[in-house]
């Protein structure tokens, strides 16, 4: 089992940042990708960025490319999601996941291929 636990959520300004951490327990965190999802109300959860078990290879959405950056240290058994340029759009609670990869990146942005979810944290943008 991996405990995931999400941080770093709340309200913030259109045009403002956020940092979201993800803390893992449980398993050796270096065996997992990790991937951040977002849900807003009355739609699907949708991915956001993924990364492998190294951080080596990262992949975001188009829709965050280039104001989302997803890392982690694996030291702290921790990923984050570093979110600048916030707009209104992209209010939504917010998921981290962590897919057992064995070989390969390991990288998804196919929910249904995580194995382990959070809790969830919200992300409120105001205009």
């Known amino acids: 089992q991996v405990q995931l636990v999400e941080s770093g959520g709340g309200l913030v300004q259109a045009g403002g940042s956020l940092r979201l951490s993800c803390a893992a327990s449980?398993?050796?965190?270096?065996?997992?990708?990790m991937g951040w999802f977002r849900q807003a109300p009355g739609k699907e959860r949708d991915f956001v960025a993924t990364?492998?078990?190294?951080?080596?290879?990262?992949y975001c959405a188009a829709s965050v490319k280039g104001r989302f950056t997803i890392s982690r240290d694996n030291a702290k058994n921790t990923v984050y999601l570093q979110m600048n340029s916030l707009n209104p759009e992209d209010t939504a609670v917010y998921y981290c996941?962590?897919?057992?990869?064995?070989?390969?990146?390991?990288?998804?942005?196919?929910?249904?291929?995580?194995?382990?979810w959070g809790q969830g944290t919200q992300v409120t943008v105001s205009s």
């Open positions: 996941a962590a897919r057992r990869t064995y070989y390969g990146a390991g990288t998804s942005v196919d929910l249904n291929q995580y194995d382990y």
């Open positions: 990364i492998n078990k190294s951080g080596s290879t990262t």
């Open positions: 449980g398993r050796t965190f270096s065996n997992y990708a």
